[in-house]
């Protein structure tokens, strides 16, 4: 009997079956290309099964046993605490399940006693994560079930390309297109979700939060703002409306390129459907005022009357396949499990209780992703990587590969021989999705069970047996089991009483089928499908507008480098590539998307090889010569490694309250290579 389990990939975490000759099916769903050809990688040649050791810096990696390969990381790890216990780090991901993630943030504050531990989430959601949080006093991407999306009469995309990020979601599109509902798409490119909307706005990478006030200044303009709900149910409306009040059409089209008569348009869209909702994404969230410009949008959505009515709503479209279970359950810097602070006495008592330690001994908080890699051999000198490549994925990669390799000792448990385990001291082989069971947290916020489908290679192992193994060699007295089961019964506990609270979610009810939305705290408790349609999270439950302004570009365009560069996904690869790159049913080829005019002015003809470059990097691509795209801006995919690596190209400002990297926006060139 083919086993039901879910996707690998993204957080739409669609159904599916896998049999145990490894076949895929889809679920009622549907599933996208990466997830019918997801099961490639189950019994690929390039799959690990051995861990691999390294005898000297810049020496090759050799096969190793398990006990070689935890021998050298744990000697390596006690070299390193002699001088402190913040010489060493902990990267996670959020393709990691719920009890993985729950599992590493315990191992680094528990078993290492480190403070440092991050994870790649924060490179994805955090800026919406901070926006959330500060707007409504809770973050779950949506706050109500996808579904509802099927019955709203407007949707507002913004910075989001479902079609070929998250192609299953477009049928809810479609239910409500055929149903008269408009889609509008905010986008710099005209890309396949904006082909599908009734209306399409291409601002300048960048500048969404002035296109945002700008719409606040038009609702406020035509009469279109709802007065009952701002007085009953947020505060701040005021002051974020004297900024908008200074951003009218004319400046916003001079900022942003969006003309008068589409940017009322967008609002009376809006404004008129009686279920709307304002969704956002990585092109509105990943810039260096990424909270900022969530803010707005959320702002906008709340003048509108949006959140918390029912068949409306604001929401942020969640990227991993975990993305928002692995941001609530502790491997994030400031994070205890259940959405906790770490720096909150009563979470710390509480979460110590669980661990069965003694609360002083728990670290404070860490630092930031990429401040994180970025201080790799000065700060920490060890590090253990679990379910991320940054030497493709951080942004400034060229400067992060070079801080992985000044580490005295790195350690990567994957699946491949990623970019980045391909300069660890010791990788280790680690069972995939199919072969083990756990949870994952979907788009909105409704937990998963994904079932155990077929054995795994010999010689790998979990990453919860990894981690209890890397314990009790380090001599921690806690437990860290290997069982699943036992791992979410005890996140379940720890996150009792947290926002995101799991204690009444367990396995077996997942397995019976149930649907269940956190928060969810007892096993007689049916979950929350949709969150704030009484009181938003806040103290006062009341939503908070934050009065937010457009900066100046984070880096402005000069005389050589004068194009805006911005980058994201294709339909056929996922994220680093690691693993998609190796599955032959799924082509594709770095590029660099330019319009038309400018590939006239600069003679470059499609399919022509360039030099796209940056004052940090360059990477050398083919030219896809288009319509589709803003003349003053260029598009790459960040999916490859090497000379094709986006990432060579991208900055390292951090929004101030996230700490995101701006992915989505720096200043660029090109230049025709010799053919
Ligand atoms: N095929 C595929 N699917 C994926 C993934 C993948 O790697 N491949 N990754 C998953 C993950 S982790 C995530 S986070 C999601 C991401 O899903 P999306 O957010 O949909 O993906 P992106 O391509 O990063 O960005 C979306 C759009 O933002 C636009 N954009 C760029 N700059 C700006 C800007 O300044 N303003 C606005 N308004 N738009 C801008 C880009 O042109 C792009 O079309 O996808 C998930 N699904
Ligand atoms: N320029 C640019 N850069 C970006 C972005 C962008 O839009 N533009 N987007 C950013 C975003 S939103 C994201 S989410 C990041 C993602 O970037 P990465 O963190 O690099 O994501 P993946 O490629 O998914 O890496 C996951 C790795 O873990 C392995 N793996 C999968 N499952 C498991 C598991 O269960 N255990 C272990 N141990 N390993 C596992 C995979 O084989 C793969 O090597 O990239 C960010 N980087
Ligand atoms: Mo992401």
């Not at 079956?17 to 189950?42: D, N, Y």
Request: glycine share 10%; hydrophobic share 40%.
């Amino acid at each position: 009997m083919p086993v039901s389990t879910h996707c690998p990939y993204c957080a739409l975490q669609c159904g599916m079956t896998v049999s145990r000759e490894a076949e895929v099916e889809a679920g009622p769903g549907g599933l996208c290309r990466k997830g019918w050809t997801s099961a490639a990688l189950l019994r690929s040649p390039e799959r690990l099964t051995t861990p691999l050791v390294r005898d000297r810096k810049g020496g090759p990696l050799r096969e190793a046993t398990w006990d070689e390969a935890l021998s050298r990381t744990t000697a390596a790890i006690r070299r390193a605490q002699q001088s402190g216990p913040d010489k060493v780090a902990v990267f996670g991901g959020g393709g990691l399940t719920n009890e993985k993630a729950y599992a590493l943030g315990k191992f680094a504050r528990v078993a290492l006693k480190t403070p440092l531990i991050d994870y790649n989430g924060r490179f994805c959601m955090s800026s919406a994560a901070a926006a959330a949080n500060r707007a409504f006093g809770m973050d779950r991407g949506l706050p109500f079930p996808l579904a509802d999306l099927g019955e709203a009469d407007c949707v507002l995309l913004v910075g989001s390309n479902p079609a070929e990020t998250m192609p299953p979601f477009l049928q809810h599109l479609r239910r409500m297109q055929a149903a008269g509902g408009s889609v509008v798409v905010v986008d710099p490119r005209r890309t396949p979700t904006a082909e599908v909307a009734q209306l399409h706005l291409a601002p300048q990478p960048g500048s969404d939060l002035a296109l945002a006030l700008g719409m606040l200044f038009v609702a406020v303009d035509e009469g279109l703002v709802d007065k009952d709900y701002l007085a009953e149910r947020t505060t701040g409306f005021e002051e974020a409306n004297a900024v908008a009040a200074s951003w009218w059409p004319a400046r916003v089209e001079r900022v942003t390129g969006v003309s008068e008569p589409d940017l009322r348009r967008a609002v009376r869209m809006l404004a008129d459907a009686p279920r709307a909702m304002v969704l956002t994404a990585r092109g509105a969230e990943q810039h260096a005022h990424g909270v900022a410009t969530a803010t707005a949008w959320l702002n906008l959505a709340l003048a509108l009357g949006l959140p918390g009515t029912p068949g409306s709503g604001w929401g942020t479209l969640t990227g991993q396949g975990n993305g928002q279970g692995g941001r609530e359950h502790g491997q994030k810097a400031d994070q205890l499990p259940g959405y906790r602070s770490i720096s909150d006495p009563a979470a710390r008592a509480h979460v110590a209780s669980v661990w069965g330690v003694d609360e002083a001994e728990l670290p404070g908080p860490g630092i930031s992703a990429y401040e994180l890699l970025d201080s790799l051999g000065t700060g920490p000198t060890a590090m253990l990587l679990f379910a991320s490549n940054p030497v493709v994925s951080a942004p400034n990669a060229r400067n992060v590969a070079r801080k992985l390799q000044s580490l005295d000792f790195l350690a990567v448990s994957d699946l491949v021989l990623s970019e980045t385990a391909a300069l660890a001291d010791v990788v280790l082989p680690t069972t995939q999705w199919a072969e083990e069971s756990g949870t994952t947290t979907n788009l909105e916020g409704r937990v998963l069970l994904r079932r155990k489908a077929i054995d795994p290679p010999v010689g790998v192992r979990s990453d919860l047996e990894i981690l209890h193994e890397l314990a009790s060699r380090l001599g921690c007295a806690a437990a860290f089991p290997t069982d699943p089961v036992d791992v979410f019964a005890e996140l379940g506990a720890a996150s009792a009483g947290g926002v995101a609270d799991y204690a009444g979610i367990t396995h077996a009810r997942l397995a019976a089928g149930e649907q269940l939305h956190w928060p969810c705290p007892s096993t007689d408790h049916l979950g929350t499908p949709r969150l704030f349609l009484d009181r938003f999270a806040t103290p006062d439950g009341r939503a908070r507008f934050v009065a937010v302004d457009q900066p100046e570009d984070a880096e402005p365009l000069t005389e050589a480098y004068p194009l805006r560069l911005t980058t994201g996904r294709v339909a056929m690869q996922y994220q680093s590539g690691a693993q998609t790159r190796r599955i032959a049913e799924l082509p594709g080829d770095a590029y660099v998307e330019l319009h038309e005019d400018l590939a006239a002015r600069l003679g470059v003809a499609e399919g022509d090889r360039v030099k796209v470059s940056t004052v940090r990097g360059e990477a050398w691509l083919a030219a896809r010569v288009t319509d589709a795209i803003r003349a003053d801006t260029v598009f790459v995919p960040f999916h490859w490694p090497g000379k094709k690596r986006a990432n060579s190209l991208t900055g390292d400002w951090l929004d101030p309250i996230s700490r995101m990297p701006a992915f989505k926006a720096c200043a660029a060139r090109i230049d025709r290579l010799p053919a």
